[in-house]
């Protein structure tokens, strides 16, 4: 006998009582996070664009995306680049990015790495990463309106179990940031050894 079609899984979006609900706030301490860059550009670029997972275009405040460690800010880097090229990346996108070391101060992060906040929210996993980036977009704007008045999203990378943050240009946020940059990544060890564990090819 056929098995029986299944149907889609549900997608959760913000209840029309998100703003009523109490979010649990993570204090977030003061700490040293991490950026892939184009070379000659300022690590420190908040925007709202499209291809990101929590930029929906109404947002009041513009995002910059870092990640805890070189390796998961390499991740979201090129990660799609090494599924779909089979470990290959270009030479040309490679050799012309750095990295920067960004310290950023305190802050109240919307931590949906954490059981209890996606529960609080109304959301599971599989929404927040959900390939139609509608979705993950509309939690991004719901979470800046919310009344705790967010910092950021705290989140876990697509490709590794590591922290990445989503920091919101809110209360003069940009001038509280710290930039160091590290080097282009192909004199950077790290970044070098990475490729070399990773067994991807720059063509």
């Known amino acids: 006998m056929p098995n029986k079609p299944q149907s889609p899984r549900q997608i959760y979006r913000p209840e029309a009582d998100f703003n009523q609900r109490t979010i649990p706030v993570a204090r977030q301490p ?87 906040t996606r529960n609080a929210m109304g959301v599971d996993k599989a929404s927040l990463l959900a390939a139609d980036l509608s979705v993950p977009q509309e939690w991004g704007l719901a979470v800046q309106q919310h009344p705790a008045a967010f910092d950021a999203f705290k989140y876990a990378s697509r490709f590794i179990d590591q922290p990445c943050l989503a920091l919101f240009d809110r209360d003069g946020m940009v001038a509280r940031l710290q930039e160091k940059l590290l080097g ?19 063509v």
Do not use: M
Not at 89 to 106: F, L, R, V
Not at 192 to 202: G, N, R, T
């Open 30 to 116: 003061r700490q040293n996070w991490f950026r892939v860059h184009r070379s000659g550009s300022r690590a420190i670029q908040f925007g709202i664009r499209p291809y990101h997972r929590f930029s929906h275009a109404q947002c009041p405040f513009p995002l910059l995306y870092v990640g805890s460690s070189l390796s998961v800010c390499l991740w979201e880097y090129f990660g799609d680049d090494i599924f779909g090229g089979r470990h290959v990346i270009s030479a040309g996108k490679w050799n012309g990015c750095s990295i920067s070391q960004i310290t950023i101060p305190q802050l109240k992060a919307c931590a949906v790495s954490l059981e209890p």
């Open 184 to 202: 282009e990544l192909n004199a950077v060890d790290g970044a070098v050894d990475w490729l070399d564990e990773h067994d991807v090819a720059l």
